[in-house]
């Protein structure tokens, strides 16, 4: 849908600036569309999101340019991944979850002048869309893009665009669909840096759908064994075919990774990406830095490790339930035979 450059702005600081193709671009409705999607990303400003900077038109090219990431993305640290055959740790794994949830926690809920929601919706969560800094902190990129090429789509019949591998059930319907289907997104990230396999991926791009729908998603642990028990809870809940089964929103997904990680990886810190970053890409210094605005870190530092949301609460409403039954059973039973003789009727 774009074409992307390094560009320099007249005060000498590199963007990533991406060029629309014109073809979306013909229908007025269309590009009105695109104004207004870039106008409402414009406003989100948060250390886990790649900051959109400015947006409009020269000559015929519509463009916007976003915070250049001096880094990597995750689709290209997953390839060095494969290429070097080595596991994610599962710790890494958390880390990087953590980090896009928090950035959605926040896109999700985020508000308007007047205080309403803008109903943000990222719609294409996938590897090239998470970039990593060299200060090891992961952001999600290209908000509300998505929107722009499925409407883009619509206009070009028998074009079939995205990465239908990373969507949720109802997205590859084309069903309305809130922020779940986003966290549905990640559940596919995560589950494929930990078994470095594809899960829905086909071999073209109806089977591919078909797959999404079916939703199949095989027990982690039948893949790796070192994966605590809970993270394929964790994983089998955000990946449900219905987004009522999965988590209501990014923080309490987040919360559950941010629990097994203090359960699991006491000892675990920023510093294991870091240290797996330059193991994957020795040249690259991937550093810590001290002023880093570490938001997964805080998640961390208050979370209660025993208290999973993959746990149904104790089903109170249904023993309370079968307890009144049964007292009803004995005052009937005894009102007729007086088998107990509790003198309630007498
Ligand atoms: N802000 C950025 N800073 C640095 N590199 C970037 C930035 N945005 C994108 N890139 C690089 O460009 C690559 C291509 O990004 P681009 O968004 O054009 O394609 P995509 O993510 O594969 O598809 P989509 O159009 O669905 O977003 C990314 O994988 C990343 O390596
Ligand atoms: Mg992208």
Redesign the pocket.
């Given at each position: 849908?774009?074409?992307?450059y390094?560009a320099r702005t007249r005060s000498n600081e590199r963007?990533?600036l991406?060029r629309i193709h014109p073809n979306l671009l013909t229908d007025s409705k269309f590009v009105q569309m695109f104004l207004d999607e870039a106008r409402t990303v414009i406003q989100l400003r948060h250390p886990n999101i790649?900051q959109l900077l400015d947006f409009g038109k020269v000559h015929d090219a519509y463009f916007f340019t976003?915070?250049?990431?001096?880094?990597?993305?995750l689709?290209?640290v997953v390839q060095q991944q494969v290429t070097k055959n080595i596991y994610f740790p599962v710790d890494v794994v958390l880390w990087i979850g953590l980090d896009i949830c928090e950035g959605l926690a926040y896109a999700h809920v985020k508000r308007d002048h007047y205080d309403q929601p803008l109903g943000i919706v990222h719609r294409?969560i996938?590897p090239?869309?998470v970039?990593v800094t060299t200060s090891c902190q992961f952001k999600v990129?290209?908000f509300g893009?998505?929107e722009i090429?499925n409407k883009g789509v619509q206009t070009q019949p028998g074009v079939i665009r995205?990465?239908f591998s990373y969507m949720s059930p109802e997205q590859s319907y084309g069903d309305p669909l809130d922020h779940r289907s986003d966290l549905f997104s990640v559940g596919v990230v995560l589950y494929e840096l930990l078994v470095s396999k594809r899960l829905f991926l086909r071999e073209n791009e109806q089977a591919t759908i078909e797959a999404v729908r079916k939703c199949n998603v095989p027990p982690l642990r039948k893949s790796r064994e070192d994966v605590p028990e809970e993270l394929n809870d964790v994983l089998q809940k955000v990946l449900s075919n219905d987004a009522k089964d999965r988590y209501p929103d990014a923080p309490s997904f987040a919360d559950d990774l941010a629990r097994i990680l203090k359960k699991h990886y006491p000892q675990s810190s920023r510093q294991v990406v870091k240290k797996y970053l330059n193991h994957l890409f020795p040249m690259s210094g991937f550093h810590m830095r001290d002023d880093h605005v570490d938001i997964a870190k805080k998640r961390l530092q208050n979370v209660d490790p025993s208290r999973m949301n993959t746990k149904q609460p104790f089903p109170i409403m249904f023993i309370i339930g079968i307890v009144l039954i049964m007292v009803l059973l004995i005052i009937g039973v005894d009102y007729m035979f007086g088998f107990f003789q509790l003198g309630i009727f007498s």
């Open positions: 849908m774009a074409e992307i390094l963007v990533a991406k790649v976003m915070e250049w990431i001096d880094g990597k993305s689709g290209e294409d996938s090239p869309n970039l990129a290209d893009i998505a090429r995205g990465k």
